[in-house]
């Protein structure tokens, strides 16, 4: 390399397109990926580990609180007629209050816990399942790519891999955005993004429900 020059940022959730500048909204930067269209918060923009759990510690989502399982039921109810009664599933990025594991128990399925902060369990990560939910998670990682890799490897062929998260859509309201306004927000999905990644993994993608999407892994 000449001295001189910078290496331009590789996008976190393909690995392969190159970052841009995007925005800048309240002092904060915000790229865009060119391969598979995702926004990104700009790294020296994001929040200590203290402060992000400090903020995720603010959530209010009890597991008997019937708006929020209102809420998850967009995932819910459209995975569940994709598995049968006993399949085994594991809730990544659960929170302190598992409403969607609890959820899917009592409509019949074998639930695991893993959430880095709250239920950091490793036996968790260390076999496969029929299917994983990934509730309002992807959003906050700052290594995407690394995450989608795991969750690949964590379903069984012809498992079923289910993510909420809202879709970024009309770049014209992203300041004003609330899901941008979450500072522990760090990456941005739009429909053309979870597609690319389907296309990379081999998985089949459909959108059942506005801001949800399942991932079908071949057999």
Same mark, same amino acid.
């Given at each position: ?44 923009? =994001?929040?200590?580990?203290? !402060? ?9 989502? !009890? ?5 929020? =399982?209102?809420?998850? *039921? ?48 490793? *036996? ?18 700052? =290594? ?8 690949? *490897? ?36 739009? !429909? ?28």
């Amino acid at each position: 390399m000449v001295a001189g020059d910078h290496e331009q940022p590789r996008c976190p959730v393909c690995e392969t397109g190159i970052l841009q500048p995007f925005r800048e909204v309240s002092g904060k930067g915000y790229l865009r990926c060119g391969q598979c269209l995702a926004t990104v918060m700009a790294p020296e923009c =994001r929040l200590t580990a203290d !402060e992000e759990r400090a903020v995720y510690a603010l959530h209010n989502n !009890e597991t008997e609180d019937v708006g929020y =399982r209102r809420f998850l *039921s967009k995932l819910s109810e459209p995975l569940s007629t994709k598995l049968t009664i006993g399949a085994q599933g594991l809730d990544f990025g659960c929170g302190p209050g598992p409403a969607l594991a609890s959820m899917m128990q009592r409509a019949g399925y074998e639930m695991a816990l893993y959430d880095p902060f709250f239920h950091p369990t490793a *036996s968790a990560l260390e076999r496969q399942y029929d299917f994983v939910t990934c509730t309002e998670v992807v959003e906050h990682l700052y =290594r995407p790519a690394e995450v989608f890799r795991q969750l690949d *490897s964590l379903l069984k062929p012809g498992g079923w891999l289910g993510i909420m998260t809202c879709f970024q859509t009309d770049d014209d309201r992203f300041d004003h955005w609330h899901y941008r306004r979450d500072p522990t927000h760090v990456v941005f999905y739009r !429909e053309q993004t979870l597609a690319w990644l389907a296309n990379h993994y081999g998985w089949q993608f459909e959108v059942p429900r506005k801001d949800v999407a399942l991932f079908h892994k071949q057999g």
